[in-house]
């Protein structure tokens, strides 16, 4: 049974941080390239963060530049999104997405506000 599962999402104050985390199961991660995806209310769904399947390659979407960064780690089935200096508009629902098998999480909210 294929699975994504997202953690890490809740409540933040402006300007800080939190860590999301997207555990796989089910199929094979390693080789899969993965992405960070992200919608808020009423907005179209955003691409934040790729990493290819080794790491060696990452891409940000412009408005999360400098402040987010998307890791993995292949022996435990698992991609992070580090999100740091957070700004109100980054409130979203946060889904991870394994890229070559069009898999989905189910998302995890983060909330940015004072």
């Known amino acids: 049974q294929v699975q994504l599962v997202e953690s890490g999402g809740g409540l933040v104050q402006p300007g800080g941080s939190a860590r999301l985390s997207c555990a796989a199961s089910g199929f094979a991660f390693s080789r899969s390239i993965m992405k960070w995806h992200r919608q808020a209310p009423g907005k179209e769904r955003e691409l934040v963060a790729t990493i290819s399947v080794t790491g060696s390659t990452i891409i940000y979407a412009e408005s999360v530049k400098g402040r987010f960064t998307i890791s993995r780690d292949n022996t435990q089935n698992t991609v992070y999104l580090q999100m740091n200096s957070l700004k109100p508009e980054d409130t979203a629902v946060y889904f991870c997405?394994?890229?070559?098998?069009?898999?989905w999480g189910q998302g995890t909210q983060v909330t940015v506000s004072s």
């Open positions: 997405n394994a890229y070559n098998f069009n898999y």
